[in-house]
């Protein structure tokens, strides 16, 4: 069995979602962000081997998911958090073949919007269920470092490790680079995985707010540069 066969296998066993959320179990064929696809950019699969796993929130919305799924894939030159999130590996000299491209929640949308807290987050039931569900891709994938992108996965990890629970009381990212805790290493999850965390703005968000970020003497997308740099290469 595959890494993405046992996904696939775990996935099925999530069940009562949320009232606004739908599930999906990798019905896109091509690119895309898993659970909507496999989450891997050569679309192999095994993550395994993979070095990074890239941590989104929430898959999208229903109407977005049936469009990726018409056309085989998602527009990675179109959307704009594959557009901006390519470009940023591409300036940290990070291939996203070595990536595994997931989601804190699992499911859809089934609203218009996308942004913003997930609606999931109104059922703890399930996102404790989702949790558990983060900790068996991270058992799978073991990733040097995990990617958190945007504040909503981070206070998402606040459950998963005892290293993190002060991330509950985080409403903005200047909470977390006051505190010089943008790059965690070495975090201990509940299932005995130790990873480097890097928490980045959603690349969503990147155009409009990025120059807020702050590390060590930098700020905006140099900041941000730096911190995965810092987490991944050799000291």
Not at 46 to 60: A, H, T, V, Y
Not at 188 to 213: C, D
Request: glycine letters at 6%.
């Amino acid at each position: 069995m595959t890494d993405i066969e046992k996904l696939k296998e775990q996935l099925n066993k999530l069940s009562s979602y949320p009232e606004r959320m739908k599930k999906i179990n990798l019905e896109i064929k091509g690119r895309a962000f898993f659970p909507g696809g496999k989450g891997t950019f050569a679309n192999d699969e095994i993550i395994s081997n993979k070095e990074i796993m890239i941590l989104g929130q929430d898959f999208d919305t229903q109407k977005k998911y049936e469009v990726a799924k018409a056309n085989g894939g998602e527009d990675v030159t179109k959307n704009k958090t594959w557009k901006n999130l390519l470009s940023f590996l591409e300036q940290t000299k990070i291939q996203p073949e070595n990536c595994f491209f997931t989601n804190a929640i699992m499911g859809v949308r089934l609203t218009d919007i996308a942004t913003g807290e997930s609606p999931a987050f109104k059922d703890k039931e399930f996102i404790g269920k989702c949790q558990d569900f983060f900790l068996f891709q991270l058992q799978l994938q073991k990733p040097k470092a995990v990617f958190a992108l945007g504040l909503q996965v981070a206070k998402f990890l606040s459950d998963t490790s005892n290293d993190l629970s002060y991330l509950k009381k985080i409403d903005k990212f200047a909470s977390i680079d006051i505190q010089n805790k943008q790059i965690l290493e070495k975090v201990k999850f509940k299932n005995g995985i130790e990873s480097t965390l890097v928490f980045l703005m959603h690349p969503s968000a990147r155009t409009y707010n990025l120059n807020n970020r702050q590390y060590m003497e930098m700020n905006g997308a140099e900041a941000q540069i730096k911190m995965v740099k810092d987490a991944i290469l050799p000291q």
